[in-house]
């Protein structure tokens, strides 16, 4: 089993950065890629990003691309997502996940989920 804690949520005006951490204990974090998805009120859960097991491939959501990085510290066995120009809309419950696949995006391709942090973008 791995165990996922996200931390960093906050609140924060239109414009602003939070930097999201994801710490994993549990089974080896170096094995799994690391992806975070959000679900704001009465939406669905929705991929955000995601990062290769070395770091060396990343992916982005259109709606974030350029304004949010993942990044990953294996030696931490910590996973971050730095959110920056952040806006109203990205409002959300902001969860991380591992998953055994090379490069998974979608929800059942992950293994393992933290309990979420909280993101509020006020306008």
């Known amino acids: 089993q791995v165990q996922l804690v996200e931390s960093g949520g906050g609140l924060v005006q239109a414009g602003g950065s939070l930097r999201l951490s994801c710490a994993a204990s549990?089974?080896?974090?170096?094995?799994?890629?690391m992806g975070w998805f959000r679900q704001a009120p009465g939406k669905e859960r929705e991929f955000v990003a995601r990062i290769s097991w070395n770091g060396a491939s990343t992916y982005y959501t259109e709606s974030v691309k350029g304004r949010f990085t993942i990044s990953r510290d294996n030696a931490k066995n910590t996973g971050y997502l730095q959110m920056n120009s952040l806006k109203p809309e990205d409002t959300a419950v902001y969860y991380c996940a591992l998953s055994s696949r090379l490069l998974p995006t979608i929800n059942r391709e992950y293994n393992y989920w933290g309990q979420g942090t909280q993101v509020t973008v006020s306008s």
């Open positions: 549990g089974r080896t974090f170096r094995n799994y890629a």
